[in-house]
């Protein structure tokens, strides 16, 4: 069995994956999350992600100064353009990985790559509705956060939460061009034990 463990500190995984794992070895999304593999902490953190728009949300109306006020029309053009950038943009990350590399190689090429991935999907999600709160300040009109929010919010679940048609999804991206990514295989797989010392 092949453990990719890479030197500390350079952001390598440290697990050691059973090649061959695929969608149908996920424990779903809640057992996955005490698991204390790659996908389990991936999933954690996507939650927390979550949590903050609807903080934003909560707190809006002390932000938006007399925000009950009708905004220009044009105040809502902004937000339609963020969204349709993130819904063309967000799908074609990643890129296609190249054929070629060893299993090991590839699984940590992989892992970086779907990592990076399901940031970018969220930054460019979330970038939807944060957009909307200067709006409705400028505007003094707390519909237009609610418009960022109901358009950014569902992008934000879809794009970045990383379901197991999520991942999937990633992975048939890495994979179109003919390389064999193993990334089920690297967020399925268990932690590494810690190796004695002497």
Not at 49 to 63: E, G, K
Not at 68 to 89: E, F, I, K, N, Q
Not at 103 to 114: D, E, I, K
Request: charged share 15%; proline share 11%.
């Amino acid at each position: 069995m092949y453990s990719p463990k890479t030197p500390e500190g350079d952001g390598g995984p440290d697990v050691a994956p059973v090649f061959g794992a695929g969608p149908g070895d996920d424990p779903g999304y809640l057992a996955s999350l005490r698991a204390g593999t790659e996908l389990g902490r991936m999933r954690t953190m996507m939650l927390v992600l979550l949590a903050a728009p609807v903080l934003i949300l909560a707190i809006m109306p002390l932000i938006v100064a007399d925000g009950r006020g009708d905004a220009a029309p044009w105040s809502y053009a902004p937000l339609a353009a963020a969204a349709l950038v993130a819904l063309l943009a967000g799908p074609r990350a990643p890129r296609p990985m190249q054929p070629g590399d060893e299993p090991g190689a590839a699984a940590r090429t992989a892992l970086m790559m779907f990592r990076q991935a399901v940031l970018l999907r969220f930054a460019l999600a979330e970038g939807v509705i944060l957009l909307g709160l200067p709006l409705a300040m400028m505007g003094h009109s707390e519909p237009v956060f609610l418009a960022g929010f109901v358009l950014g919010y569902p992008l934000l679940v879809w794009l970045a939460v990383p379901t197991r048609g999520g991942v999937e999804r990633i992975r048939r991206r890495l994979e179109s061009r003919g390389a064999e990514s193993h990334l089920w295989a690297v967020l399925l797989a268990a932690p590494a034990s810690p190796r004695e010392d002497g």
